[in-house]
């Protein structure tokens, strides 16, 4: 700390400030005073130098962690079905209780529990005998036509979409719902509050979980689509200068895989086993 003041006393014999009402009033800046106990916002003159000020006077410094998990194993992830608003399964909801205890051993404070507007986040929060709020901006990616159907299925009845999707998931929207690049704009106010919150706990989805972790953890949009968030563990977020500390605690109940990796052979033209190569078993 004493080091750190000294450099603050050099500093001062160079630095000059900015002068809002003659020298620099036509400058675009924003200054921040004591780490957003007040702020001076001078010639803001478009779209994304709003979006700047907005996420600025947002985040704080106080110490705090994020705790994001997906709801418990529904039925359609035991029979590989995508999207839809399927309850648990008989271990979802066993996770549900698990994470209940593991919340408890915690002991955290204030936390605030957050989820999507679908049946098994809610089944997953109502076991935790807490309150909650649900986002509806925090429902699982729209897979459009493809809603409620098998990796296999999709295969063979929209095989290009199929490829066309390996060739670039994040930016691939299905037909009549979204793509990744989708809800990650959907999903900017709900980052816009994680940085304003303390302590929080988001229940969502595959799609949803790895958009908030690829925010948290600067992951590129060629990373962001294959992230890996298995059912029935908690990630911990503990933000700390210049990024985030990771902890993935896995609550030792089993689910099945819902993660498919990109498959070697991504050509309109492949064979229907090498499409399906990655698809995780299911029954």
């Known amino acids: 700390m004493e080091d750190f003041l000294k450099r603050i006393e050099c500093y001062k014999v160079t630095y000059q400030q900015l002068d809002p009402d003659d020298y620099d009033k036509d400058l675009s800046f924003i200054k921040v005073i004591n780490v957003g106990q007040r702020f001076l916002v001078n010639t803001v003159q478009d779209y994304i130098q709003s979006k700047i000020v907005y996420y600025l006077m947002n985040i704080h410094v106080q110490p705090r962690t994020i705790y994001l998990c997906r709801h418990g194993e529904s039925e359609h992830n035991l029979h590989g079905r995508i999207g839809g ?155 700390v200068a210049y990024g985030c500390k990771v902890e993935t605690i896995h609550l030792n109940v089993e689910a099945v895989n819902t993660h498919r990796d990109k498959p070697p052979n991504i050509s309109r033209s492949r064979k229907r086993e090498d499409a399906l190569e990655t698809v995780p078993p299911h029954d």
């Open 85 to 239: 608003d399927a309850g648990l399964s008989s271990r979802g909801k066993q996770f549900a209780q698990v994470l209940k205890e593991f919340l408890e051993e915690q002991q955290i404070v204030d936390l605030k529990v957050w989820t999507s507007q679908l049946k098994r986040t809610i089944q997953t929060a109502e076991a935790l005998r807490v309150p909650y709020e649900q986002w509806k901006i925090l429902n699982e990616i729209d897979a459009g036509v493809c809603e409620e159907m098998t990796y296999e299925e999709i295969q063979d009845k929209y095989p290009d979409d199929f490829a066309l999707r390996d060739q670039d998931k994040y930016h691939y929207r299905y037909p009549g719902g979204e793509s990744y690049q989708d809800l990650v704009q959907r999903l900017e106010p709900v980052i816009m509050e994680l940085e304003r919150q303390e302590n929080v706990l988001v229940i969502s989805h595959q799609a949803v979980m790895r958009c908030l972790l690829a925010y948290f953890l600067d992951k590129s949009a060629d990373e962001l689509p294959y992230l890996k968030c298995p059912l029935h563990s908690v990630i911990k977020l503990t933000p």
